[in-house]
């Protein structure tokens, strides 16, 4: 069964820092992997998604992730963090195989950024 | 072009009361998923339908709950006699074909008294 494990619950990082949020995930064959993050109150908006290709994937908002197969990890990585970057994340893996694409998520990072 | 759309943003409801959510998908989605999101969790998938279908409703809990997407109109999530344990975020998700990116709406948040 799939299954994703964001390990960091809490995050806080300075402004101007950089951010490394991680994600493993289980899954037999190749996944497709996103990340979306959650302000307060609001839906999910889709930061990046890695389906094939190129392993290093540019998001929206600066933000990167990297796919290393052989650690199982899609980890989101953004050079300089800004203040409105505040907001929780979520790492998913949907299926290739599988008919549909259900995503399954993991627990969640919250991100606070101090000035 | 409207994104995802779901209402009410907000429902409430008392213990064994009904609680209808509505979502209506991006135009040109015919695939849409619903997902549960308990405080402080990730979402996790409920039900997966297409027009008229139910594709996958393996998330869905036995009892209670139904959903469906008539060929007209919103899909419809249906919880009967709703329990504390439902109050949770129920996002709706769209997508045109089986493999492609979901739209997420901004969410039902319903709360059982």
């Known amino acids: 069964a799939q299954s994703v494990t964001q390990p960091d619950i809490h995050i806080t990082v300075s402004e101007g820092a950089s951010l490394e949020l991680r994600c493993n995930y289980s899954?037999?064959?190749?996944?497709?992997l996103f990340w979306y993050v959650q302000s307060p109150g609001q839906g999910l908006q889709l930061l990046l998604k890695?389906?094939?290709?190129?392993?290093l994937v540019q998001g929206i908002k600066g933000f990167e992730a990297e796919f290393k197969r052989s650690q199982s990890s899609f980890n989101l990585r953004k050079p300089s963090v800004h203040w409105s970057d505040a907001a929780e994340y979520f790492c998913?893996?949907?299926?290739?195989?599988?008919?549909?694409?259900?995503?399954?998520f993991g627990a969640g990072t919250i991100l606070r950024v101090k000035s | 072009n409207a994104g995802v759309m779901q209402n009410p943003r907000h429902l409430v409801r008392r213990r064994g009361q009904e609680a209808r959510l509505r979502c209506s998908p991006m135009?040109?989605?015919?695939?849409v998923y619903w997902y549960r999101q308990l405080p402080e969790e990730g979402l996790k998938f409920m039900v997966y339908?297409?027009?008229?279908?139910?594709?996958?409703e393996s998330g869905m809990p036995k009892e209670r709950f139904s959903a469906e997407f008539p060929k007209e109109g919103p899909s419809i999530l249906r919880i009967q006699q709703v329990v504390r344990g439902d109050s949770a975020a129920y996002f709706c998700?769209?997508?045109?074909?089986?493999?492609?990116?979901?739209?997420f709406g901004p969410g039902t948040r319903l709360t059982v008294l």
């Open positions: 135009k040109g989605h015919s695939h």
């Open positions: 339908l297409q027009k008229e279908n139910i594709i996958d």
């Open positions: 998913a893996v949907g299926s290739q195989m599988e008919y549909g694409n259900k995503l399954v």
């Open positions: 998700a769209s997508s045109r074909g089986q493999n492609n990116e979901q739209f």
């Open positions: 890695y389906f094939s290709g190129d392993t």
């Open positions: 899954y037999g064959a190749t996944p497709y």
